[in-house]
């Protein structure tokens, strides 16, 4: 069964710094892998599509990548701004449903 | 262009009691799914629906059904609701064979 782990659960920054959210899944046999972003009692905003056969995908200020052999993908957010403060989820897909993280709770700081 | 929408937005039943849940697919999307999100946890597949018919299943109780009507829309019923049912149920629709699932804003049920 596809376990997918993202660390850290929470992070703290202040405003204007670069971070990496981390994500690591146990079966690489995966059809795509996407970025979520979550505020506090909403839905989920993609933010992020990669297909197996990419590295990365770009969006703004936002980079993700993927290494499917070696199980893992990062979230890059270059100059954190508050209105980024949110939870972030990954999830992997064999094809016809999602299986998500826990996801990390970002909080940016002014 | 509406996106998916769910109602109601919040529930709150007791336990032993049915539910049901509803979801409108956005406009061209011909499949839709269901997740369970528990408080501080990451979204767990439930079902998906395509041409009306349950296509892949996670592992949820047989007390969890659901139903996709002519015009895409599908509906999530729990019978005998437990404690444990207490989440936020996310559905979300794609057209079959792409890639990116657009998600509801979800409906928040509580069991007491």
């Known amino acids: 069964k596809q376990e997918v782990t993202q660390i850290p659960a929470a992070l703290s920054v202040p405003e204007g710094e670069n971070l990496v959210l981390n994500c690591s899944f146990t079966?690489?046999?995966?059809?795509?892998l996407q970025w979520f972003r979550q505020d506090p009692g909403k839905g989920l905003t993609s933010l992020l599509l990669?297909?197996?056969?990419?590295r990365e995908q770009t969006s703004g200020r936002l980079n993700a990548s993927l290494d499917k052999s070696s199980g893992r993908s990062t979230l890059y957010i270059a100059a954190s701004q508050p209105g980024d403060s949110a939870t972030y989820l990954c999830?992997?897909?064999?094809?016809?449903?999602?299986?998500f993280g826990t996801g990390t709770s970002l909080t940016v700081i002014p | 262009d509406a996106g998916v929408t769910q109602s109601p937005t919040h529930l709150i039943k007791t336990r032993g009691q049915q539910v049901t849940l509803r979801c409108s697919p956005k406009?061209?999307?011909?499949?839709v799914s269901w997740y369970q999100q528990a408080l501080g946890q990451g979204p767990q597949f439930i079902f998906q629906?395509?041409?009306?018919?349950?296509?892949q299943r996670g592992n949820f109780p047989d007390r969890f059904s659901g139903h996709q009507f002519p015009n895409y829309s599908s509906e999530l019923n729990v019978n005998a609701l437990l404690l444990g049912d207490s989440a936020l149920y996310l559905c979300?629709?794609?057209?079959?064979?792409?890639?990116?699932?657009?998600f509801g804003p979800g409906t928040r049920l509580t069991v007491l």
């Open positions: 979300a629709s794609n057209t079959l064979g792409t890639d990116t699932q657009y």
């Open positions: 629906y395509y041409e009306e018919e349950e296509r």
């Open positions: 999830a992997v897909s064999p094809g016809n449903q999602f299986y």
């Open positions: 079966d690489s046999a995966i059809y795509n």
């Open positions: 990669i297909q197996s056969s990419q």
């Open positions: 406009s061209g999307h011909d499949t």
